[in-house]
């Protein structure tokens, strides 16, 4: 899987901050953007990144 090594070096495209690696996502700490691990590369590509888990998925505002 992902190295520790590699995780030290690792940083949020978005906001610096530190990552934590979760299952098949590295997580970013700071504002919980997540990137996808596909082949065992982290693709910390904003772009390609998934918001902070949104459970329950609040609707923005309404009217
Ligand atoms: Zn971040």
Redesign the pocket.
Known sequence: MIDEGLMEILA?P????P?ALAEEWIV?Q????RYPIRDGIPIMLVEEAQPAATDGGEPDTGD
């Open positions: 949020c978005a906001c610096k901050g990552v970013c700071e504002c919980g953007l």
